[in-house]
Nanobody, 127 residues
Framework: QVQLVETGGGLVQDGGSLRLSCTASGRTINNYLMGWFRQAPGKEREFVAHIGWWSGSSTAYADSVKGRFTINRDNAKDTVYLQMNSLKPEDTAVYYC???????????????????WGQGTQVTVSS
């Protein structure tokens, strides 16, 4: 079992920045694709970004956040980060961290590919 805990959410103004953290316990995340998803009120959960478990740890982003958000991981700390810059009101959502054992980059866009989820952290961007 892997337990994931997200921190770092909050209220920020349009154009501001936040950094989300997701810390795992129970097992090391070395062999897990780590992803961030978000869900706004009345909408389905959507992919934000993921980072691979393989050498080089390549990343992928949703078009809506490309160039503004950066995902990275520190396996020594079993932690994944999501740096969010130039935030917009439409980024307002609950952000979830997820872990998928040996999941490929191609499959990492889909919530159903992940084995474990955090409880989520609220991000609110005011206009």
């Amino acid at each position: 079992q892997v337990q994931l805990v997200e921190t770092g959410g909050g209220l920020v103004q349009d154009g501001g920045s936040l950094r989300l953290s997701c810390t795992a316990s129970g097992r090391t995340i070395n062999n897990y694709l780590m992803g961030w998803f978000r869900q706004a009120p009345g909408k389905e959960r959507e992919f934000v970004a993921h980072i691979g478990w393989w050498s080089g740890s390549s990343t992928a982003y949703a078009d809506s956040v490309k160039g503004r958000f950066t995902i990275n991981r520190d396996n020594a700390k079993d932690t994944v980060y999501l740096q969010m810059n130039s935030l917009k009101p439409e980024d307002t959502a609950v952000y979830y961290c997820a872990a998928g054992f040996l999941v490929s980059s191609r499959d990492g866009y889909y919530a159903s590919s992940y084995d474990y989820w955090g409880q989520g952290t609220q991000v609110t961007v005011s206009s």
